[in-house]
C-alpha cells in the first residue's frame, strides 16, 4: 500500500510589494494549512497587515466592509469568501471580533436605525509579532548609511615651470626718484618761479634806502 505523503501548503505570493512580517507568515501557514479557505484567509490578511499593521494604527480597531472588498483588485475575492476568510481568520486568532456595546447594536442615520458596524483588531500575539517588526525596521531606517569612500582622480600634468628668478621689487623711494615729471612738477607738488616785483614796491624801496643814507650822513 502506497502511502500519499503531504506536501506542505505554501501560500500564493499577494500582488503588490507588501509582504507580511516573517514571523506573521509563518504562524499563519501553519494555522491556515488545513483550512479549505486558506488562500482567501492569506489574500485577507495581506491586505489587512498592509493598512493596518502600522505604527500609528497597530493597536486601533477597524470595520471590515465585506461589500467594498468584494471584487477589489487586491483581494479579488466575493462577498461571500470575504465572509467565509473573515470568521476562519477569527478562529485562528489572526483577528479579535469586537462585539458592540449591548444596548447600541444600532445608530440613528438619515434613512434610518442602521446596525453599528463590527470591529476587528489583530489578536494579541500577532499584534505583538507586528510591534517588534515595526521595531526592527525603525531601527534600520534610523541607521546611518555606511560614507562611501571618495574615489582619487589622478591630477592633470602640468609643464615644468622655467627657472626664472621673479622681478626684484623696488623701493618706494627709488621709485620716487627713477619716476620722470613734465615740466617743472617734483613728487610734493610744484616748482614754482618767483613772482617780480611790483614798481610800487620798488618805489618804497629805493625812498628806504635814500632815507637811510641821508640819516647816516
Request: hydrophobic share 35%; with cysteine; net charge positive.
Amino acid at each position: 500500500m502506497t502511502t500519499r505523503r503531504r506536501v506542505p501548503w505554501v501560500p500564493t505570493a499577494p500582488e503588490g510589494p507588501y509582504r507580511l512580517p516573517r514571523g506573521v507568515q509563518d504562524r499563519l501557514e501553519t494555522a491556515l494549512a488545513g483550512y479549505r479557505n486558506r488562500e482567501a484567509c492569506f489574500a485577507l490578511a495581506t491586505f489587512l497587515g498592509r493598512f493596518w499593521s502600522v505604527p500609528s494604527r497597530l493597536v486601533a480597531s477597524f470595520p471590515i466592509d465585506r461589500r467594498a472588498l468584494c471584487d477589489h483588485a487586491a483581494l479579488g475575492l466575493t462577498e461571500a469568501r470575504v465572509r467565509g476568510a473573515i470568521a476562519t481568520l477569527v478562529e485562528v486568532g489572526f483577528l479579535d471580533r469586537i462585539e458592540p456595546v449591548s444596548g447600541r447594536r444600532y445608530q440613528r442615520t438619515p434613512e434610518g436605525l442602521n446596525r453599528r458596524p463590527i470591529l476587528f483588531r489583530f489578536g494579541s500575539e500577532y499584534g505583538t509579532i507586528f510591534a517588534h517588526a515595526n521595531g526592527a525596521a525603525r531601527r534600520v531606517r534610523g541607521t546611518p548609511a555606511p560614507a562611501r569612500r571618495p574615489i582619487a582622480r589622478p591630477e592633470p600634468s602640468r609643464p615644468p615651470a622655467a627657472n626664472v628668478a621673479p622681478p626684484r621689487a623696488m623701493p618706494s623711494p627709488q621709485l620716487a626718484q627713477k619716476q620722470t615729471l613734465g615740466g617743472s612738477r617734483m613728487i610734493m607738488g610744484e616748482k614754482r618761479d618767483k613772482a617780480p616785483e611790483s614798481n610800487l614796491d620798488a618805489a618804497l624801496e629805493r625812498w628806504r634806502r635814500a632815507i637811510e643814507g641821508g640819516s647816516a650822513s
